[in-house]
């Protein structure tokens, strides 16, 4: 008899923000098992899980670095051998950082680790899954950009400069795995509240948002939890705005 398939969801960066809300949403809305992936902090991602268990799902962690390809490669295939009967059918790519500071004064260090987790983490983990995805005749992804990415940010030109890496990207490869039923969009979230814009004051940049307010990772997730669905089978190479108004 052939044994039934286990359906995974992976999310860059679950631990914490954005990456937690999505695992949370899917678990709500979806018929996944989350695959919850962080960085050095276990104790959110754990948080993350016991959130997701609360929300009915159910999930384990992965942690790999996203910048490191062979790291992630390594992990990713210790898991299927593992899992012989898993299969990845959503993968967010949310993992990211942001060193803000004048172009003028940006070290080398904060250009490339700021491009090395957005646009790199998003090879990364993509290529070790893509060959799957297409196999399998059916996947989603979905990258988390920004409205920095689409209309660049001053003091954050390397924040700017991945994330628009990042939607080139996203168009590009769209159109390689329509036909496999694979769809690849972006979500690009203006300021949304997260330890991320923690230092951020919000009551003095709430008034450049038409909104008046910084955006919740929940309303985020309820994007990014549509695209994963079925019912979005025919969206594809897009990037959707939610910023409160503050870019269109
Ligand atoms: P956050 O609260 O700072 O959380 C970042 C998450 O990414 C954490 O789970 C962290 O894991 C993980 N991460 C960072 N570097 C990683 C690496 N090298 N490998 C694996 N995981 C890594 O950020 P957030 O605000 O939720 O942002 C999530 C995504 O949304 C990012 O791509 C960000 O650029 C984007 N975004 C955010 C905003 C905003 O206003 N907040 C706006 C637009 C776009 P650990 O917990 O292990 O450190």
Redesign the pocket.
């Given at each position: 008899m052939k044994e039934e398939k286990v359906k995974y969801a992976l999310v860059?960066?679950?631990?914490?923000?954005?990456?937690?809300?999505v695992c949370v949403q899917l678990a709500k809305d979806l018929d996944y098992q989350l695959l919850i992936?962080?960085?050095?902090?276990?104790e959110?991602?754990e948080e993350?899980l016991a959130l997701v268990k609360e929300a009915g799902g159910n999930g384990t962690l992965l942690?790999?670095?996203?910048?490191?390809g062979e790291e992630v490669r390594s992990k990713l295939d210790d898991w299927h051998e593992a899992n012989k009967n898993g299969v990845i059918e959503v993968l967010v790519?949310?993992?990211?950082?942001?060193k803000d500071g004048l172009f003028m004064w940006m070290s080398p260090d904060d250009w490339s680790s700021v491009i090395?987790?957005?646009l790199n983490?998003f090879y990364n983990v993509t290529n070790a899954l893509i060959q799957k995805l297409l196999v399998n005749k059916y996947g989603r992804i979905i990258n988390?950009?920004?409205?920095?990415g689409l209309k660049g940010t001053p003091g954050q030109t390397n924040?700017s400069a991945?994330?628009s890496a990042v939607i080139g990207a996203t168009k590009a490869l769209a159109q390689e795995v329509a036909k496999r039923k694979v769809t690849v969009n972006a979500?690009?979230?203006?300021?949304?509240?997260?330890?991320?814009?923690?230092e951020?004051d919000e009551s003095e940049l709430k008034k450049m948002i038409p909104a008046n307010r910084?955006?919740k990772?929940e309303e985020?997730a309820h994007v990014v939890s549509f695209l994963a669905s079925d019912k979005a089978s025919y969206i594809t190479g897009e990037v959707i705005n939610i910023?409160g108004g503050i870019y269109s």
């Open positions: 860059t960066g679950g631990s914490r923000g954005i990456g937690r809300a992936n962080y960085n050095g902090n276990k959110a991602a993350t942690q790999f670095n996203v910048t490191n790519n949310n993992a990211g950082i942001a090395n987790t957005s983490g988390m950009v920004s409205v920095s924040y991945a994330k979500v690009a979230p203006g300021f949304i509240a997260t330890d991320m814009t923690a951020l910084f955006g990772a985020v910023n």
